[in-house]
């Protein structure tokens, strides 16, 4: 999509700190994190959230979990992280371009 950020970052128009790369799927540093680990990982075609989903982004999504599952280790996350994907602008989406934020490196504390 044009005007999208992470659809630039994907196309490579917009650099990005990368951390894992395949056909279907980007994993970059958070350029303003939140927590001593903070990446996103984004499914390369655009799409806002989950009520877009269909077999195919489902399975997409499906291995990107796979993915951050066997990578945490190697991204400093070893001692656990959390996984969380906004929905929506009062969930506080700002990209809408699906992304789950993968965060951890430090203990985390519970809010909304
Ligand atoms: P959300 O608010 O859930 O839509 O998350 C969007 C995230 O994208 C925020 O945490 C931003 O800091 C992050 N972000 C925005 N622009 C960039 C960029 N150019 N590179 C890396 N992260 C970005």
Same mark, same amino acid.
């Given at each position: 999509?044009?005007?999208? $950020?992470?659809?630039? $970052?994907? /196309?490579?128009?917009?650099?990005?700190?990368?951390?894992?790369?395949?056909?279907?799927?980007?994993?970059?540093?958070?350029?303003?994190?939140? *927590?001593?680990?903070?990446?996103?990982?984004?499914?390369?075609?655009?799409?806002?959230?989950? *009520?877009?989903?269909? *077999?195919?982004? /489902?399975?997409?999504?499906?291995?990107?979990?796979?993915?951050?599952?066997?990578?945490?280790?190697?991204?400093?996350?070893?001692?656990?992280?959390?996984?969380?994907?906004?929905?929506?602008? /009062?969930?506080?989406?700002?990209?809408?371009?699906?992304?789950?934020?993968?965060?951890?490196?430090?203990?985390?504390?519970?809010?909304?």
């Amino acid at each position: 999509m044009q005007d999208c $950020i992470f659809c630039k $970052i994907i /196309a490579g128009e917009i650099p990005s700190s990368k951390v894992y790369e395949d056909d279907e799927i980007l994993i970059f540093r958070d350029i303003d994190p939140i *927590a001593r680990v903070h990446l996103l990982c984004v499914p390369k075609e655009h799409y806002k959230t989950v *009520a877009e989903l269909n *077999a195919a982004r /489902a399975e997409t999504l499906g291995r990107a979990l796979q993915k951050i599952g066997s990578f945490a280790p190697s991204f400093g996350l070893d001692g656990g992280y959390r996984l969380v994907m906004n929905q929506g602008e /009062a969930a506080g989406q700002t990209v809408p371009h699906l992304h789950i934020h993968i965060l951890g490196g430090e203990p985390l504390s519970w809010g909304k």
